[in-house]
């Protein structure tokens, strides 16, 4: 990984366990995982990498869409914050699904591996919840995530996989979507 993006991330650390962070708690720590996810990269080592309509088997509740957090925050008790909690953690289970097919050499590894590491780093700055804590419908997809034998496996681009994951990124995270809103119409005005 870049050096530059380790030392934002530490910064982030440091600035948000001490307080010192002006921004929402994990958007400074977002930002990398926000560059990883770019469209260019996404294209170029998720679907050109990969052989034409190839898929990923994963469960049916790992296809998290923006449509599924904005019925999930209808339901009582589904606070933001756990939604932020699945969300890392789905991301997490999707992409070692899509690192267990691709071979030891493949040319998109090295990226999927970053951003597996950057979800972890980002994982270190939310508090460990409890199970019982969770709200009874998170908690339900949680467990159905876990199950090793699902009734029926979905099958899906591995770029789909990240298309999801940061257009909830940008949903769940405010400060996301606000920086890519203020730079989509600077690029309009120029």
Not at 5 to 14: C, I, K, P, Q, R
Not at 17 to 42: I, Q
Request: glycine share 2%; hydrophobic share 40%.
């Amino acid at each position: 990984m870049d050096a530059s993006w380790s030392l934002l991330l530490v910064t982030a650390v440091l600035q948000i366990s001490l307080g010192l962070s002006t921004a929402p708690k994990f958007c400074s720590a977002l930002h990398p995982l926000e560059a990883h996810l770019n469209f260019s990269h996404r294209l170029q080592y998720l679907k050109h990498n990969f052989p034409i309509s190839y898929t990923v088997p994963v469960h049916y509740e790992e296809v998290f869409r923006v449509t599924n957090v904005t019925r999930l925050l209808i339901h009582k008790g589904v606070t933001e914050a756990s939604l932020q909690e699945l969300w890392l953690y789905i991301n997490k289970e999707v992409l070692k699904k899509i690192l267990q097919v691709l071979p030891q050499k493949h040319p998109s590894r090295s990226y999927v591996q970053q951003l597996e590491h950057l979800l972890g780093l980002i994982e270190q700055l939310f508090p460990q919840p409890k199970e019982d804590e969770w709200p009874e419908k998170i908690y339900q997809i949680y467990t159905n995530v876990m199950d090793p034998y699902p009734a029926a496996w979905k099958k899906v681009t591995p770029k789909a996989l990240l298309d999801n994951c940061l257009r909830v990124m940008e949903k769940l995270f405010p400060c996301i979507n606000r920086k890519r809103k203020r730079k989509q119409s600077t690029d309009l005005s120029a």
